[in-house]
């Protein structure tokens, strides 16, 4: 299978800031994984355009970022997911205060539960978020890595919105 994403373009640079570099047998399981993941969801003939123009790769999966910061954090700080205020500590390196940690959290766990039916349905189809999820794990074995790296992906967001100092 034509590997059409590249390791540059799924690690996401403010986690490899935070993390540090991943070793490149890491960043090439983990194109693995999300190219295995894209050829599953959107079948060999949009995988076939993609790889003919990877610009489409976000337009069309913007999912498979997420899948990726997913696995990177679980490969770095697994196997269990952070809860989201140890994962703003981990994301922000310890510098929030308890009471902003607390409230980002909340933040993050909100805005991670209000979007995820679009992660899941772009994934899954229509009404996926209504299905066993059971059955939504069996379809998409890694999908507990992507659901965990929208959340990273929130966190991430929100740190870098918050004002310098």
């Given at each position: 299978m034509a590997e059409v994403l590249d390791a540059e373009e799924l690690l996401d640079q403010a986690l490899v800031a935070t993390l540090g570099p991943f070793q490149p047998d890491v960043a090439n399981a983990?194109?693995?994984?999300?190219?295995?993941?894209?050829a599953t969801?959107?079948?060999?003939?949009?995988?076939a355009v993609l790889d003919g123009d990877r610009r489409l790769v976000p337009l069309v999966a913007p999912w498979v970022f997420d899948l990726a910061r997913g696995v990177l954090v679980l490969?770095?700080?697994?196997p269990g997911e952070l809860r989201s205020g140890d994962l703003l500590d981990l994301l922000s390196g310890h510098l929030l205060s308890?009471?902003?940690?607390?409230?980002?959290?909340?933040t993050v766990d909100l805005a991670a539960t209000l979007t995820l039916d679009r992660v899941l349905e772009q994934v899954?189809?229509?009404?996926?978020?209504?299905?066993?999820?059971r059955a939504n794990a069996?379809?998409?074995?890694?999908?507990?890595?992507?659901t965990y790296g929208h959340r990273v992906h929130i966190a991430l967001e929100l740190l870098r919105l918050l004002p310098a100092g």
């Amino acid at each position: 299978m034509a590997e059409v994403l590249d390791a540059e373009e799924l690690l996401d640079q403010a986690l490899v800031a935070t993390l540090g570099p991943f070793q490149p047998d890491v960043a090439n399981a983990v194109v693995g994984i999300c190219t295995d993941a894209l050829a599953t969801t959107v079948g060999p003939e949009i995988l076939a355009v993609l790889d003919g123009d990877r610009r489409l790769v976000p337009l069309v999966a913007p999912w498979v970022f997420d899948l990726a910061r997913g696995v990177l954090v679980l490969q770095r700080r697994g196997p269990g997911e952070l809860r989201s205020g140890d994962l703003l500590d981990l994301l922000s390196g310890h510098l929030l205060s308890e009471h902003d940690r607390i409230r980002f959290a909340q933040t993050v766990d909100l805005a991670a539960t209000l979007t995820l039916d679009r992660v899941l349905e772009q994934v899954l189809g229509p009404g996926a978020c209504a299905a066993d999820p059971r059955a939504n794990a069996l379809a998409a074995p890694w999908l507990a890595a992507l659901t965990y790296g929208h959340r990273v992906h929130i966190a991430l967001e929100l740190l870098r919105l918050l004002p310098a100092g």
